[in-house]
């Protein structure tokens, strides 16, 4: 069974910059793809990001060249770096584990909310 735990969601300013960290337990880390996942209200949940095993990254369009994900198999982490924030970027963020065999594992996920 593995665990996510994300942090680092808040209030930021549009222009202003999160980092978001989720810290993975309780399975092989290295072995699945990492993604952090958006939902906004009254909205789908949506991909944002993802990294394989090994290393390879993927970013949506809304947010490529603001937002750059990073995974430290030494740590069990994985980060995405937000930059440029914007008003609909508000969402609660969710990071995604998913080994490609079985049902992929959630966090609980963490606000981000852009807003003067």
């Known amino acids: 069974q593995v665990q996510l735990v994300e942090s680092g969601g808040g209030l930021v300013q549009p222009g202003g910059s999160l980092r978001l960290s989720c810290a993975a337990s309780?399975?092989?880390?290295?072995?699945?793809?990492m993604g952090w996942y958006r939902q906004a209200p009254g909205k789908q949940r949506e991909l944002v990001a993802l990294?394989?095993?090994?290393?390879?990254?993927d970013h949506a369009n809304s947010v490529s060249g603001r937002f750059t994900i990073s995974r430290d198999n030494g740590k069990n982490t994985v980060n995405l770096q937000m930059n440029s924030l914007k008003p609909e970027d508000t969402a609660v963020y969710y990071c995604?584990?998913?080994?490609?065999?079985?049902?992929?594992?959630w966090g609980q996920g963490t606000q981000v909310t852009v807003s003067s």
């Open positions: 995604n584990a998913d080994s490609g065999m079985g049902t992929p594992y």
């Open positions: 309780g399975g092989i880390f290295s072995r699945f793809t």
């Open positions: 990294v394989t095993s090994r290393g390879e990254t």
